[in-house]
């Protein structure tokens, strides 16, 4: 039973970097974050976690990224945030500079994300800050590319 588990989840793992060997010039990411709210925002709710979706180009300097994540924020109000979010990049040897603009589910705007991504390999950090009417929240997350 064991074998069978391991055997299906490397075939799981598989899926994307042949998607991804078919269509040149696009990528795929996944990854885990965390947040942290501020403004009146954060009076509200606390720090939390969450996950993303992405897909992007890869040309050599500039690109368009699109993703979705969802953040759980804790505290007395914890609330899930969907996102959806497209912008472009700019790159330069292993960083990458994104400007996205989003919609937020449960609060109900749209905002706007400036972000960093270092990218080794396949394996990816970043960090930015989601500004909306209202509040906005940091985050730092790590991720992999197929």
Known sequence: MHKLRLSVLLAVLAIPGAITGQLPGIGLGA???????????????????????KVETRLPFIGVAAEVNANRFGGDDSKTILGVQVGPRLGMGLLRLGFDIGRYSQIDKTGYTPNVTASLGPLEVGAGMTFFSGGRWAFVRGGIRF
Do not use: H, N
């Open 31 to 53: 990854g885990i974050q965390l947040v942290s709210p501020s403004g009146d925002f954060g009076e509200v709710l606390d720090a939390g976690y969450g996950g993303y979706l």
